[in-house]
């Protein structure tokens, strides 16, 4: 999967492409069949499916104090080659972004990606103040489209509900709406070594705050390179 990461630039695929845009933040179940649609779709007319995305997710700029982001960055995006992306528009969502206008945005996204087909969650919102919408990104050139929702008990599956699964301790219900347990990835960090001498290695996580939804000693597997999963206990806070 290859990952590109400014908004100008050469054309990505002169011939038109099949993409969504989204925050993707968990990649649920919901975003999975959006992504997948995408794949499928760009299978059958022999054309790259491409995601555009953001670092950190718009969310966490507008209301840092309260978001909770679900997982890292190279979690997502390799969630999404799994998935079988071809191609990211990884873009840095800051304060410039942000005030770019929805028309100038509909605009260059469609000569950075050479247009085509777009498939959307629903209610897609884009641009300065939430102005734009699927039928911006129509006046754009794209053939755009919105994919039904993935709805649990009566409910669309959202990055919302697994947040607020989660900060109630329901791993369960948040490992239904993912449709995996949750994880989180994370390189280890050097610590004091206290562990060994008690016989119980540890392991020092750097888990960045933003992420940190709830606290509390659990039972977990661990897994890591070259590592079978092992049974686990993690202390989180």
Known sequence: MRIHRQ??????APDGCVATIGAFDGLHRGHQQLLQSVVELARAQQRPAVAVTFTPPPRALFQPATT???????DRLAGMAMLGLDQVLLLRFDAALAAC??????????????????????GFR?????????????????????VAPQLEDGQPVSSTRVRAALVAG???QAAHLLGRPY???????????????????????????QTMAFSGIFAVWVSGAGLERHPAVASLG
């Open 7 to 12: 908004l100008s630039g050469p054309t990505v």
């Open 68 to 74: 909770l982001q679900l997982m890292s960055l190279h």
């Open 101 to 122: 206008s929805a028309e100038d945005f509909a605009a260059r996204l469609t000569a950075r990606l050479g247009g085509g087909e777009l498939r959307l969650g629903p």
């Open 126 to 146: 884009f641009g300065q103040g939430r102005r734009g919408d699927i039928d911006s990104l129509a006046r754009a050139g794209w053939n755009a489209a919105e």
């Open 170 to 172: 329901q791993f369960d």
């Open 183 to 209: 994880r989180y990835s994370a390189r280890v960090q050097r610590g004091q070594q206290l562990g060994r001498q008690l016989g119980f290695p540890t392991a020092n996580l750097r888990w960045p705050s």
